[in-house]
Each structure stands twice: as C-alpha cells, then as structure tokens.
C-alpha cells in the first residue's frame, strides 16, 4: 500500500467519499426495508394475497414490530461496537437485510411475514447505530459537512425505490430484487479500514495509523494521528459517566437537542406516512393519477430535495430551516386532515379536488425534507 500512497501533499477526499458510498448502500438497503409496507399492504388485503387477505389491523403491526426490536437490540448493539469494532457490525447488516427479504418471499402466513419485520427492526437499530458514528470518525470536517446527509438520502432513496418496484411488481418478485442491494453493500465494505479512533481505543495504534493514512490517502499522517491518540488517551483517562449528561451544562444542551430534534421527527408523523402513504392516495376520491404513480412522486420529491437539503441548511441555517420544516409540516397535515374529515363526515362531493391529498402530501415530503428529515441525523453525525 506504500507504494501507492503518496508519502505527502493535500488530503484526498475521494477515499472517505467511497467509503460514506459504501456504508451508503447499507442505508439505502434499510430504507427499502422500512417502506416495504406501502406497496405491500395494498397487495395483502385483497382476496388474491399471497398469503391470504389480512385486515388493517393486522397491517398495522408491520409498523410496530421494527421499533419494538430496536428498543431491544439497539443496547447489545451499541455495546458490540465498542468491543467487536464499527467495520464488523456494519458487515453484519448485511445479513437481516437478506434473511427479511427471502422470509417475505417464502412467506406462507401472516406470522411469517411478521418475523421478517421483527428482523427488519434488527437491521434498523445497527444501521442507525453504527453507520453514523462511523461516518463521524473517519471523515474530516469538510468531507463530513458536505456528505454528512448521504445516510439519510440513502434511506429515502430506498423508499423511493421499493415504492417504484412494488408498484409493478408482486411482492415475492420485490423481495427478491432487494436481495441484490445488501449483497452489494456486503462486498463493497470489504476494502474500507475499521475507524481509526476505535483501533486506538483498543490499543491497535499501527493499524489505527494505516487505516488513516488510507483513508487521507496520504503516508504523512503524523499530526492528525498525534491529536486522535490524545484525544483517546484523555477520553480513556477522564471517562464518561451516565450522570455527566445531566451534570454538565453544555452535555445538558447537546442532549436537549439531540433528544429534542429526534423526538420533533418522529412525532411528525413521517414513519406513519412513509409506510401508509400509498394506503393514504387509494382513499383520495380522484383517481386520474394512480396510487402507485403519487406515492413515487412524493417519494421522489423527499429524495431529491434531501439531497438539497444540505447547502440549503448551510446558507439559511439550521434553525431557520427547522422552523420552516415544522411549521410547513403542520400546515400540509392540517390541509389533508381538513380534506379527508369533509369527505368522509359531510359527505360533500370532493371529485374535483381530488388531487389536493396529493399536493398536500408533496408540500408536507418538502417541508419535511427541509429540516426534519435530515437534521437529526447531521446533529447526531
């Protein structure tokens, strides 16, 4: 590897970017997995299921089982990073990706395919535990500013994606599809190092040296090495307690937001919308544009402003964009709940409105791609 390194000049970037593309497809692979219901529920609960019709009660578990497991499995995960390393356990996403999508395909009951999502919730909480943190300790603050919203984008595009599949393909024929992207993401990861600052901190210094020597593509690493061994070495001095959070003052203010933010995404109801979006469009009363075609328009609307996202939070900042994100979320979820309360309690004829679940579906995706959708995870990263 010396020999193709160069012994100095200016860090090169491309390394860390295939690496964040890397553990990207990971990303993208979770997020077909979360929306998997939105084309799929609609399939179950006619009479020609694969499995035999379900209700929508029944449906409803398959949003409910993935946050249970993670709850469980996000502790035993983050306790595995810091002993099996953040390389291993990325690898190991790999794995409940697959195994998901060939129980959905071989399913033969409703029980069946709630074991799929219950694995699902696994490949969840590894994916949201690891793949930021990494991202976070082999990047430089430029590569990191600049490409710290692909996981997210990554994950929207799955939705995006599985949407578009599950629109024209039966289920079993869309699981297998998926099958393709964690196979592809198990071997792209092959040639990316575990995090330096995880070798320092079990005393593997050489490799830590290696690992970012490959990762700034460059063999002169000394003085960014000296700082991350100090760093960990005062970190390993001074350890943290639980009760540090709570007793430090800028500790206190970096949990409120973080725990704030987070909370403001999920109560948003983007999780609800994500899995019952298609579900939402097949109750519109105007059905010139089908429900398959509006919900990969909006998807592909939260996709491609995700991607904006980033300068755009750069330039208005980040609070500004938040307030914009929450109040135009309110407003789009109010106008859709003023229209489906009309129609279904008043009984006025809405046939020639019907295309406003659809406008305000895609207001409430862009605003939501403003600020709340990527905002947590860059706080977090």
Same mark, same amino acid.
């Given at each position: ?16 970017? #295939?690496?964040?593309? =890397? !553990?990207? *497809? +990971?990303?993208?692979? %979770? ?8 084309? &799929? ?54 794995v409940p990706h697959v195994v998901h999508w060939i129980v959905i395909a ?21 994916? #949201?535990?690891?793949? =930021? !943190?990494? *991202? +976070?300790?082999?990047? %430089? ?8 919203? &692909? ?71 000394d003085d960014e090495y000296l700082v991350l061994v100090k760093n960990v ?149």
């Open positions: 590897m010396e020999r193709v390194i160069p012994k100095s000049g200016r860090t090169k970037i491309f390394v860390q970017i #295939y690496a964040i593309m =890397a !553990v990207s *497809v +990971g990303s993208f692979s %979770t997020g077909a997995q979360f929306a998997w219901p939105s084309p &799929s529920v609609p399939q179950l609960l006619l009479n020609t299921s694969y499995i035999g019709r379900i209700t929508m009660e029944q449906a409803s578990y398959f949003s409910i089982l993935p946050p249970i497991v993670v709850i469980i499995s996000s502790f035993f995960i983050g306790n595995a990073m810091r002993f099996i390393g953040r390389e291993y356990i990325m690898g190991f996403l790999a071989n399913a033969t009951n409703l029980i069946t395919v709630y074991v799929a999502r219950a694995i699902s919730g696994v490949s969840d909480a590894i994916c #949201y535990s690891t793949i =930021a !943190v990494y *991202v +976070g300790e082999i990047t %430089t603050p430029h590569v990191r500013g600049t490409w710290g919203n &692909s996981m997210m984008c990554a994950i929207l595009l799955g939705h995006l994606s599985v949407a578009a599949v599950g629109a024209y393909q039966d289920i079993v024929t869309t699981a297998y599809i998926f099958t393709v992207p964690p196979l592809l993401y198990a071997l792209l990861i092959i040639f990316i190092p575990e995090s330096p600052y995880f070798l320092i901190m079990t005393g593997r210094n050489e490799e830590a040296k290696i690992a970012l020597q490959w990762l700034r593509w460059q063999q002169n690493v070495q005062e970190q390993v001095m001074a350890p943290g307690q639980f009760g540090d959070l709570f007793r430090d003052a800028v500790n206190r203010k970096a949990l409120l937001v973080n725990v704030g933010l987070r909370i403001c995404q999920q109560f948003s109801g983007f999780s609800a919308f994500v899995i019952y979006v298609q579900i939402i469009f097949e109750l519109a009363t105007d059905k010139s544009v089908s429900a398959e075609m509006s919900t990969v328009i909006v998807y592909s609307v939260l996709f491609l402003l995700s991607v904006l996202a980033t300068s755009a939070i750069t330039r208005c900042g980040r609070r500004t964009m938040l307030t914009i994100s929450s109040v135009g979320c309110s407003g789009s979820l109010l106008a859709n709940a003023v229209y489906f309360y009309i129609a279904d309690e008043t009984g006025a004829n809405l046939s020639q409105l019907g295309w406003l679940p659809l406008l305000f579906m895609a207001s409430y995706m862009a605003f939501l791609a403003t600020g709340l959708s990527p905002l947590p995870s860059l706080m977090t990263g």
